[in-house]
């Protein structure tokens, strides 16, 4: 019957699939939004209330508001009700959901819909921790506590995610990775992932007499380190060391910028430099590590070679 032919779903790899996966991309992002919302808040759920409100008039949201990007534009970044602003995060995370599921589909849509489905989730949960992190200084349990959950589960029941780690591999004996090698992997990358932060950690504290690495982070590794294995691990953490140093000595010029245009305004002499830098140094330094975490077990996951095969050590 021809009516079966229009139903058939189309292939995972096909253009198709990729452009429906896209659009799931969009609308979980909107869901993200609602964790990164309602995560940190003690007491809150992401199911209760099961629609959105305006902050600003406290009015339930209509479906044609919740629309992904599109209900922003349309409304011109505000309120139908009382013209309250929308932060223009909403947006994005949509678009970076979006943006995700292509990244995973395109990395795992050839190996069927157990990668590709723990591709999407593991990048949309970086992608909230990422967020929450850049706002709170802190990264969900949700996120990270769940994730130190599932990777075992996932790694038995995906033995192939560990197909080529170090220990999975040695214990296998040159068989095929089996489930009781994948987990012993999964274990080996999370206690290394959260030993290595939490080392660097106390150093850091004994050095300095403050803390130098949220526990946050150490969880949020342990997750990813479970996921990628002991290699993958060493992946990820340089991939963040390197994303966070830039970054941070970016910000420090950014504050020296900031601090010296004030001085100028105040007419200030020039040897108002050297108090300039030190301000920086003083204001730029404080930078969640999450995110970076979160950018290197994303890359290291979708195994992107090109950026990989850039890495020290040998490890790329």
């Known amino acids: 019957m021809m009516w079966l032919g229009i139903l058939t779903f189309p292939q995972l790899e096909s253009a ?9 991309g969009l609308f979980v992002g909107s869901f993200l939004n609602v964790c990164i919302h309602r995560f940190p808040v003690e007491g809150a ?41 929308i932060h223009w995060r909403y947006p994005l995370v949509e678009l970076i959901g979006a943006a995700a599921f292509y990244l995973s589909w395109r990395a795992a849509a050839s190996l069927g819909w157990g990668f ?7 990048l949309a949960a970086l992608v909230v921790a990422t967020f929450v992190d850049f706002e709170r200084y802190e990264i969900p349990d949700q996120v990270s506590i769940g994730g ?7 790694s038995f029941v995906m033995p192939g995610l560990h197909s080529s780690g170090l220990v999975a591999v040695a214990l296998a004996a040159g068989e095929a990775v089996d489930g009781v090698a994948s987990v012993s992997e999964c274990f080996a990358g999370m206690a290394l992932g959260g030993g290595v932060l939490y080392g660097l950690g106390w150093i850091g504290k004994r050095v300095s007499g403050a803390d130098a690495m949220g526990f946050g982070d150490v969880k949020l590794m342990a997750a990813g380190g479970g996921l990628v294995g002991v290699v993958g ?15 941070g ?34 204001l730029g330094r404080y930078l969640p590590f999450g995110p970076y975490l979160a950018l290197g077990i994303g890359i290291v996951l979708l195994d992107w070679k090109d950026v990989l095969d850039l890495l020290p050590f040998g490890l790329g």
Do not use: K
């Open 45 to 85: 759920s992401v199911w209760s209330p099961a629609r959105s409100h305006c902050p600003g008039c406290d009015r339930q949201l209509e479906w044609r508001e919740n629309l992904p990007v599109l209900s922003w534009l349309l409304q011109r970044g505000r309120c139908l009700g009382c013209a309250a602003p």
């Open 148 to 154: 130190m959950w599932a990777a075992p589960v996932v």
């Open 116 to 122: 590709l489905l723990l591709d999407s989730i593991v």
């Open 16 to 24: 198709g699939f990729g452009f429906f996966w896209v659009v799931m």
């Open 233 to 247: 691990t060493f992946q990820a953490l340089q991939v963040a060391v390197f994303a966070g140093s830039l970054v």
């Open 249 to 282: 000595v970016l910000n420090i010029l950014r504050w020296y910028l900031v601090v010296r245009a004030r001085q100028r305004r105040r007419r200030l002499p020039n040897r108002g430099r050297p108090q300039a830098l030190r301000t920086a140094r003083v």
